[in-house]
């Protein structure tokens, strides 16, 4: 008994088999997390190599250097770029997607085993550091404070951070912006002289007096005592009357050579929400951690911590990633309704009969929800990869049990009974379902072999699409038949109400048929021209192609911007901040209505703080953090605000640097970015041509922002020490050098605890005393002769700092990344970039070229073509199979040409970028344009078979199998529509795939429905002569064989 | 005793045991998949791709008193579905053990 044979006759045991599958579906969809893409694996690993007191150079020379050349040779490195700077060489290396990454890591580690006996002795061990996702915060909180402003830090960490990160998933919380409290305790210089004691008498003598200290047990009687002496301070004050030191037989209170101020550290980030001074939180996820469930958790725990604060203290999100991720997964989910209806709707208006379309439309739900239990299986989420793959899916996995359905209703109006139209019908279209669904497993399978960017995001989206063919293949032959064996009947009288409905459309479907097998019968007899013409419309869709951009990926509007200024270095921070509010309130007052918060952060960083030590900071760095209401609801773009914003930082001359991104940044989703390497040894010469490049850059329209990765020569106050002096008083460079830093930085002298906590007590000159030159030169250090100034010993000069020195592949590098405006090209900027290049005069030794996300570009565009072509050869091999045939397969392979046209002219008219969303689109076209053919040609030759014709053959099967291939098509397409026309949150990601599928799709059907029949005719006719010529050739020669034989037979003989 | 032979088209192969069995006749020979075509208008069934349905057959050795029923009731099962195909023949029996 076959398949559909036991279908049908057990339709239980089918029912409850797809009941099963979709209860398992289910099941997996309840348990899957959200999530914006797939799991993009890490394929980066940093090694950091510290070495003290090294100078940029030295670091580059003697420890990045080496470790390059050991680190160059470890297997699918793509990349390895290094920064040497000031004490540390971090070095990155850039893996090639789909390694394992601990594989990776471990053969990093035998290679730094190797290489770490010819690193310089005091250089410390590297480290290895893999980078992941999980590092870019998930949520960012800003606070805004007025009185409590002081305290801040410590309402926020016992109130805020504490009951954040026990939240399940939350890996770090760190606050930024709010000092911490220090205990500072402020020498004055001149009566530290007088009294002859140096700041680190006084920090031991404070180190040395808050201490408890156990003196150990006793016996009184029957009972034993501990002994303790507690001597740590309860107050800060106390301090003041510490005996510090004794002069002329006196002793000397700290009182008498310092000041106790008990406030906050003396250099810390500002940070200011919508010109408001407060603090920001940001939260970081556990790795592995469904960020939509943690930002979910931490909404709902805000309310109840805002209880928990001060009246003046209030707490608002800043960046919540979740709520992108949740707006563009409801609009995502909003266009598969939409496709669903319209399917829907489609399969009643062609097929006219309510419970054929019910039978139909069951398989979508079916094939779709079990694409669930695969992503639960493999530990996927829902995401817009694997939600566009069920938008897409819709239109197609509908299309196998139309064919069924139709064939069954067939053998019905002949007269069999349902149960029996069902077996028999399904039985007789069943091979011809498999091949169309093979030929759609051509294309998605080798979508799941491809490597790079590229097969992070195509990989899912092979295995859903095929899987969910593979069901709803499954569905057509089962519970498609069964259900028509219960639910079909010959219709013998329909209802008047339906009739008053559907008539209308009906005639207008036969009128459609009548129309085009008149064209089919003019486009068969006039062969050559149809044939013209469409190659005609070929070329000139090629033309379009000219006017086309490309990019890499489509820039998503995440309503999100980052903006870092930076001014002069050693600007002060008052400065800094009169500038970040002055630009606040341009921002507020011009963006106003877009923008949901403006943040900014001012400062040098403290050292324990994570988050704020890892990006650049000081007191010029101003870093601003805006988030804007969703793309839906404003009419700028993010893109266009940006470079508005960006305009209105020209306006302000005192700013040196700046940049403003939108989104996460990085290579998927921000503004596109044309990025020039360039390679070359010398500082001067390759910082020049740098400048002089990104000058040419900034002329350009197309061009909003040029960054060049080099920084400037940073001015500094070097201490110049004399040996041989500094001998002479008995001290040497180091500790000279420790005076200075205890006297300037501050030495720690000991921990004051109150309530648990513990703040840092700092003694170091009071502020007065570090404001000059002079002031340094007047330090006092500590000879065996008593306190000698600086300036006995050295001087004080001014010098400007290296900068980093980066290097990529080995080799030294500046890189110079120019931001597209909003709508311009990665491809228009790339071509003006190079016609730059072409016109400067570049010295020898140095190199320039393109790389960043146009590299990434050219190679998933080398990716996806060899995917092209292994899916046209796949989908060759699936047709010339089924057809046992390769002429009819060559005709069918020229629908993907018009498709190329389709997507091409798609394009052009929407003015859309060609990038790898749409190439994705051009590459599932090409299962889905030869299907119509596939169709068509088969009734063709099935008409030709039953002893039709040529062309009555191609009139006959034109005028049948029209409304199949209009129907399956018109699902596909309609199925798409909401996809290309969405406005909503995210809908700038699949949109060029809509448009390029719909393009493709509608282009190549039309093209597809005349040609092929042309161009059949034409084989054909050719084939007809050729086996007429052979049987003529056949006869003569069997005539000439009747007549010459004897002749022919004795020439034999004679030979 | 009269052989009767009917040919028709696979659909028809449960309705036409029915007929039988309505009218007392037990036995029968069932030829499953054959090919054929109708003497007048009916369309071949090859199970090819041009033609993909296929023809059934059955023998059966009946008492001549069920032959006229027999014959009337695959009669009215044809003029319900003419498309399908279904014929039936009777000749006589001579011997039989």
């Not at chain 1, 009951?163 to 020498?187: F, Q």
Request: proline share 3%; glycine share 6%; hydrophobic share 45%.
């Amino acid at each position: 008994m076959s398949i559909y044979e036991s279908a049908v006759k057990k339709p239980i045991m089918t029912s409850l088999c797809f009941l099963a599958i979709a209860l398992f579906g289910v099941f997996s969809f309840s348990k899957l997390p959200i999530d914006l893409m797939p799991d993009i694996e890490t394929n980066t690993i940093m090694v950091f190599t510290y070495y003290n007191g090294a100078s940029a150079e030295d670091i580059e020379n003697n420890v990045s250097r080496p470790l390059e050349n050991t680190l160059n040779s470890v297997e699918h490195l793509k990349h390895i770029t290094s920064n040497s700077r000031e004490n540390v060489s971090v070095i990155t290396l850039e893996f090639e997607f789909g390694y394992d990454i601990d594989d990776l890591t471990n053969d990093v580690r035998d290679k730094l085993d190797m290489v770490a006996s010819a690193l310089p002795d005091d250089a410390n061990n590297p480290i290895i550091f893999k980078f992941s996702t999980d590092m870019i915060p998930i949520m960012m909180l800003s606070v805004k404070a007025e009185e409590s402003q002081a305290a801040l830090y410590k309402i926020l960490d016992d109130n805020v951070v504490n009951p954040l990160a026990r939240i399940d998933g939350v890996g770090t919380v760190s606050i930024s912006g709010a000092p911490e409290r220090e205990i500072n305790v402020y020498m004055d210089p001149a009566k530290m002289e007088a009294y002859n004691i140096p700041v680190e008498s006084v920090s031991a003598a404070i180190g040395a007096e808050n201490r408890n200290i156990p003196g150990g047990t006793f016996d009184i009687g029957n009972n034993t005592y501990a002994l303790r002496v507690e001597g740590e301070f309860s107050d800060p004050k106390e301090m003041y009357d510490i005996v510090v030191g004794n002069f002329n037989g006196v002793n000397v209170f700290l009182k008498d050579v310092a000041t106790i101020h008990d406030n906050v550290q003396e250099r810390a980030q500002e940070t200011y929400t919508d010109g408001q001074q407060g603090a920001m939180i940001i939260v970081q996820k556990q790795s592995g951690g469904n960020s939509v469930a943690i930002s979910q958790a931490i909404r709902d725990a805000l309310p109840e911590l805002q209880k928990r604060l001060p009246s003046d203290v209030k707490i608002d999100i800043i960046v919540d990633t979740s709520e992108n991720i949740l707006q563009t997964v409801d609009t995502l989910s909003g266009t598969i309704m939409d496709a669903l209806v319209f399917v829907v709707l489609v399969v009643f208006i062609f097929l006219g009969r309510w419970r054929a379309t019910i039978i139909i439309a069951i398989t979508i739900p079916f094939s779709l929800i079990a694409s669930f239990i695969y992503l639960y299986a493999t530990g996927g989420s829902i995401n817009m990869i694997s939600l566009s793959c069920l938008s897409i899916a819709i239109g197609s996995v509908v299309d196998d049990a139309i064919v069924v359905l139709e064939n069954v209703t067939t053998h019905i109006e002949r007269g069999s009974s349902p149960q029996n139209a069902a077996i028999h019908g399904t039985n007789e279209v069943g091979v011809s379902v498999m091949a169309s669904t093979l030929t759609m497993f051509a294309v998605f399978f080798p979508l799941t072999m491809v490597t790079g960017m590229a097969g992070v995001l195509f990989k899912q989206l092979g295995w859903m699409m095929c899987i969910i063919m593979l069901i709803s293949l499954v569905a057509s032959l089962t519970l498609t038949p069964m259900m028509c064996a219960k639910m079909l009947k010959l219709q013998k009288k329909q209802s008047k109400i339906f009739l008053l409905i559907y008539r209308p459309i009906q005639k207008v479907l036969d009128a459609i048929d009548n129309g085009y097998a008149a064209i089919i019968n003019w486009a068969v007899r006039h062969r050559w021209t149809v044939l013209a013409g469409c190659f005609g419309l070929f070329a000139v869709s090629l033309l379009c192609a000219k006017g086309i951009k490309s990019e890499f990926f489509p820039a998503n509007d995440s309503a999100r911007a980052s903006a870092k200024i930076e001014l002069p270095v050693g600007t002060r921070i008052d400065t800094s901040r009169d500038i970040a509010l002055k630009l606040t309130n341009i921002w507020r007052e011009r963006y106003g209505k877009d923008i949901k918060a403006c943040n900014f952060t001012v400062g040098q960083a403290d050292e324990n703080n994570t988050f704020a030590s890892l990006s650049d900071n000081g007191s010029h760095i101003i870093s601003f953090n805006m988030s804007f209401v969703p793309s839906d609801q404003r009419e700028l773009s993010i893109d266009e605000i940006c470079d508005q914003m960006r305009a209105d930082v020209k306006e302000f001359p005192e700013i040196a640097k700046s940049n403003i991104s939108t989104g996460q940044g990085g290579g998927m989703g921000g503004q596109s970015m044309a990025t020039f390497e360039i390679y070359g040894y010398d500082f001067k010469e390759t910082d020049r041509l740098a400048k002089e490049f990104a000058n040419e850059m900034k002329k350009s329209d197309l061009i909003t922002q040029v960054n060049i990765s080099r920084s400037d020569y940073q001015p500094q106050y070097r201490v110049e020490f004399d040996r041989e002096k500094l001998a002479m008083h008995g001290l040497n460079l180091s500790t000279a050098a420790t005076y200075i830093r205890n006297r300037y930085n501050g030495a720690l002298a000991t921990y004051y605890r109150e309530d648990g906590e513990e703040y840092d007590v700092k003694v170091r000159y009071n502020p007065e005393a570090r404001q000059s030159i002079n002031d340094i030169e007047n330090i006092k250090l500590i000879g065996s002769n008593g306190l000698i100034s600086l300036r006995e010993v050295g001087k004080v000069v001014m010098n400007d700092m290296p900068p980093t020195i980066e290097r990529k592949d080995r080799e030294r590098i500046v890189t110079v990344d120019a931001v597209m405006a909003a709508g311009a090209a990665l491809s228009d900027g790339v071509t003006y970039g190079q016609s730059i290049i072409e016109q400067m005069e570049i010295p020898t030794g140095i190199a320039i070229q393109v790389a960043g996300s146009y590299e990434d570009q050219q190679e998933s565009n080398r990716d996806l073509g060899q995917l092209a072509i292994i899916i046209l050869v796949l989908v060759f091999i699936v047709m010339a199979s089924q057809f046992e045939s390769l002429t009819y397969p060559f005709i069918l392979m020229f629908s993907v040409v018009f498709a190329l046209s389709g997507v091409l002219l798609g394009l052009f008219i929407t003015g859309s970028h060609l990038n790898i969303m749409s190439m994705l689109g051009g590459i599932m076209l090409i299962g889905m344009v030869v299907k119509n053919g596939i169709v068509l040609i088969d009734y063709i030759m099935l008409l030709r078979e039953r002893g039709l014709g040529i062309i009555a053959a191609c009139v006959g099967a034109a005028k049948s199998r029209l409304r199949p291939v209009l129907m399956t098509t018109c699902t596909t397409i309609l199925g798409m529509i909401p996809m290309a026309v969405s406005q909503g949150v995210g809908a700038e990601m699949w949109r060029p795939l809509g448009i390029a599928v719909i393009g493709g799709l509608t282009i190549s059907t039309i093209m597809t429905m005349i040609y092929v029949p042309a161009m059949y005719s034409i084989f054909a006719a050719n084939g007809v002569k050729n086996k007429r010529r052979r049987i003529r050739k056949q006869r003569e020669l069997n005539e000439y064989w009747k007549e010459h034989k004897q002749e022919e037979q004795l020439k034999h003989k004679d030979k | 005793m009269k052989s009767v032979f009917i040919t028709f088209d696979i659909s028809h192969k449960e309705a036409v045991i029915d007929i039988l069995t309505h009218n007392n006749c037990r036995g029968f020979s069932f030829f499953d998949h054959m090919q054929g075509r109708g003497s007048v208008s009916g369309e071949p069934h090859y199970g090819t791709h041009a033609w993909p349905s296929m023809c059934g057959s059955i023998i059966t050795v009946v008492e001549d008193k069920h032959v006229d029923n027999i014959l009337k009731e695959i009669k009215a099962l044809d003029e319900d579905s003419p498309q399908l195909g279904l014929r039936a023949f009777v000749w006589s029996i001579e011997k039989s053990y």
